[in-house]
């Protein structure tokens, strides 16, 4: 399969989104709303946690996610330079069962919440490894991530993830610049059949609910190429 070098996002044109129906306002509403929400919430949490004890407590995870958290099986997120807060918030999900995996649900058991900062902080501290996009998708993901899809609402990924995948710190949203694609896929799968449901006001099962598996297949093979 031809591939194409991982893509920069100021080579690509800009596209203004011109998406006005009401379905995605409700949507970028949630989004605010829940930035609101976020704010309150953890503005008196600070995820300062030690990366050098991260380093050491993150060798079981380094089984599946990789010593640096670029992780070789696609079907297992890359780590390296997420946000050490969304990271945590991850963790805490897993230990409440409030996200849930066969693999991770019992691994956070035992961690407390000491253990998750020192871990995301860690991971977060670690450079990400950008794949490749295929050229075959490569213009519909790209439409998708940067434009949307406005005959039936569904808004750029960029509005939230950033036009270089690098997300929201304050709002939470997660680095999403090189992922793997499967990995990606298996998510947006999992919040639009409601298999996942962690998402802050369930921006992201409305808006995966609104696309279809190939769009899904192009948007996660433009993200695993985009920085």
């Known amino acids: 399969m031809q591939k194409v070098k991982p893509i920069r996002s100021v080579g690509f044109k800009e596209r203004k989104n011109n998406i ?7 949507i970028m509403k949630n989004a605010l709303a829940f930035t609101s929400i976020f704010l309150v919430t953890f503005s008196c949490h600070i995820y ?7 380093k050491e407590k993150s060798q079981v995870c380094a089984v599946c996610h990789g010593a640096d958290g ?5 079907v297992w997120p890359k780590l390296a330079g997420q946000h050490p807060g969304y990271i945590f918030k991850q963790l805490k999900d897993f230990h409440s069962g409030a996200r849930k995996n066969v693999q991770m649900t019992p691994l956070a058991a035992s961690l407390s919440e000491e253990d998750m900062q020192d871990i995301a902080a860690y991971y977060s501290s670690q450079k990400i490894k950008i794949g490749y996009a295929s050229s075959k998708l490569l213009a519909v993901g790209e439409k998708l991530y940067r434009a949307g899809n406005a005959s039936k609402g569904l808004p750029a990924c960029m509005s939230c993830h950033g036009p270089n995948g690098a997300g929201n710190v304050a709002a939470s949203f997660p680095a999403l610049s090189g992922q793997h694609a499967e990995y990606t896929k298996i998510q947006l799968l999992a919040f639009r059949d409601n298999k996942r449901t962690n998402d802050f006001n369930t921006v992201m099962q409305i808006v995966s609910e609104k696309m279809t598996t190939d769009e899904i297949d192009a948007v996660a093979n433009y993200i695993q190429g985009l920085h």
């Open 70 to 74: 670029n992780s070789v099986n696609p």
């Open 20 to 26: 006005h129906s009401q379905d995605s306002t409700v």
């Open 48 to 54: 300062a946690g030690d990366v050098s004890a991260g």
